[in-house]
């Protein structure tokens, strides 16, 4: 998910307004993915917490609600995927999931951080990326049930079948206490 969230950042087409989060901030109109590069590379930090202080404050009314919920997890992508990328996910699917929990735990912070603290964007991915490590360890935790072996089956009856392997695998679960 937030391997292609970048693309379709780029491709929205609305215009962030001139002095929207603050007088100045920005300092002309921008496109979403214009200002996450001016909040990554160009801002000050006192600039960058009026940026997100405006975000933040957007995504808690109602109207502007989730278009700027899209803004603050475009401008913290960057960071998001910082996390993700460090994660041994053994399929595309724990991927995803690493990544809706990333989603979950920024959007969920949006909605209690305080806008007058600083370093609020930072804040955010902490948030986020905290929330989905303890997500990813409770998964890491948990056991996984033994993968049948069917590299041995190649005709649908008898010996070798996805029938006999299915059998194998009820009698090899009921044996180690956990029977279909």
């Not at 992508?77 to 994660?87: M, S």
Request: charged fraction near 20%; avoid cysteine.
């Amino acid at each position: 998910m937030l391997a292609w969230f970048p693309h379709v950042f780029l491709a929205l087409p609305w215009i962030i307004p001139a002095s929207e989060f603050a007088p100045g901030l920005p300092h002309r109109d921008m496109p979403p993915r214009r200002l996450e590069r001016f909040v990554v590379t160009e801002a000050t930090y006192a600039e960058r917490d009026q940026i997100w202080a405006g975000i933040v404050t957007q995504t808690r009314q109602g109207p502007t609600r989730t278009a700027y919920q899209l803004l603050a997890i475009g401008v913290a992508t960057k960071g998001l995927l910082g996390y993700r990328n460090h994660i041994t996910a053994r399929s595309n699917a724990e991927l995803a999931d690493v990544d809706a929990d990333l989603v979950h735990g920024l959007l969920r912070r949006l909605a209690t951080i305080d806008t007058t603290t600083r370093n609020i964007g930072g804040k955010l991915i902490d948030s986020a990326t905290g929330y989905a490590q303890r997500r990813w360890r409770s998964h890491l935790g948990r056991p996984h049930p033994a993968d049948p072996d069917f590299s041995h089956t190649a005709a649908s009856t008898g010996p070798g079948s996805l029938q006999t392997a299915l059998t194998s695998l009820s009698g090899r679960l009921a044996a180690a206490g956990y029977p279909l």
